[in-house]
């Protein structure tokens, strides 16, 4: 007898599947068959859900950022409440590295593709409003929130883009090094003086 699993559950399969396939793959061979066939699953059951290959990429997308969301929700708060945020912000396992190269494919394809380019400003968007909680987390002057809000998201995009394109025996210290020491600098940011 087949296994009955609901809608939901074999979204997140079909969606894991299409991670797979942009991974190995690329964008051109993202297809409802290849997809379906990762997921061993008839090509017809995914057609009703994700009739189209823009669909498949949306989607794909979309997960990246729930799973992010769902960590986030699940740090508890207090002093190293801001660290939490941050690091899970980096590439730092398997499948948070997985979730970054579908960001860098997908956030690549968005420029010259409509369907997707919503859902990159949405995904870009939910990463700049970490990092802003962060920067007031710290308690930065009100003034500096703004810049350094900016500062933190290009620090934090591009330490994710280097871990992701680094050697896997190059390992990740380095970059959590970099997080604690910029978090310590904007503690230490004196108030923005008027005048």
């Known amino acids: ?26 964008i051109p061979s993202l297809s409802v068959r290849k997809v379906a066939a990762e997921a061993g699953l008839p090509p017809s059951s995914l ?33 190293d ?23 860098v494919v997908l956030g690549t394809a968005a420029m010259a593709d409509g369907d997707l380019r919503a859902t990159h400003h949405r995904a870009h968007r939910a990463v700049r409003d970490l990092c802003e909680r962060v920067v007031r987390a710290v308690e930065v002057d009100p003034a500096d929130v703004r810049v350094e809000t900016e500062r933190l998201h290009a620090i934090m ?31 230490k940011i004196p108030p923005t003086t008027l005048g």
């Open 1 to 26: 007898m087949p296994r009955v699993i609901d809608t939901d559950e074999r979204n997140r399969l079909v969606t894991e599947a299409a991670w797979r396939v942009l991974v190995r793959e690329g």
């Open 47 to 79: 057609r009703y859900t994700f009739p189209t290959q823009a669909s498949l990429r949306i989607r794909a997308y979309e997960l990246v950022v729930e799973r992010l969301a769902e960590r986030v929700a699940a740090i508890a708060p207090g002093a």
């Open 81 to 103: 409440w801001a660290r939490a945020v941050l690091l899970e912000l980096l590439p730092l396992d398997e499948s948070r590295r997985l979730e970054m190269e579908i960001t």
């Open 157 to 187: 995009d591009g330490l994710a883009l280097h871990m992701n394109r680094q050697d896997d025996d190059e390992g990740t210290d380095w970059a959590v090094q970099v997080v604690d020491t910029h978090l310590a600098d904007l503690k």
